[in-house]
Nanobody, 116 residues
Framework: QVQLEESGGGLVQAGGSLRLSCKYSEESAVGWFRQAAGQEREFVSAINSHGGTTRYSDSVKGRFTITRDNARKTIYLQMNSLRPEDTAVYYC?????????????WGQGTQVTVSS
């Protein structure tokens, strides 16, 4: 199973930016999910193994950008125009090649807090 590790979370003011990183052990499709306190985990974005296909949830489309650097074995989630409702623990996980099925388990995640 592909091993993944998230990093890059922090505290930022509304309107600010953060970039999350997901280091992986083997090349595969990867997705980002998030879970706010008291809420269910939700899909955020995903990218295929070569970086040519991406998906976004409606809530982040136009504000977040997912990319990958296979030479560094890292997926990035650039988050701009952050809102308080983006506050959550963010997780990366292995996805199917069609980017619609989660295959991987959950790691510890990285906390993102957006203050108003």
């Amino acid at each position: 199973q592909v091993q993944l590790e998230e990093s890059g979370g922090g505290l930022v003011q509304a309107g600010g930016s953060l970039r999350l990183s997901c280091k992986y052990s083997e090349e595969s499709a990867v997705g980002w999910f998030r879970q706010a306190a008291g809420q269910e985990r939700e899909f955020v974005s995903a990218i295929n193994s070569h970086g040519g296909t991406t998906r976004y949830s409606d809530s982040v489309k136009g504000r977040f950008t997912i990319t990958r650097d296979n030479a560094r074995k890292t997926i990035y989630l650039q988050m701009n125009s952050l809102r308080p409702e983006d506050t959550a623990v963010y997780y990366c996980t292995q996805m199917s090649a069609t980017l619609n099925i989660r295959h991987g388990s959950w790691g510890q995640g990285t906390q993102v807090t957006v203050s108003s």
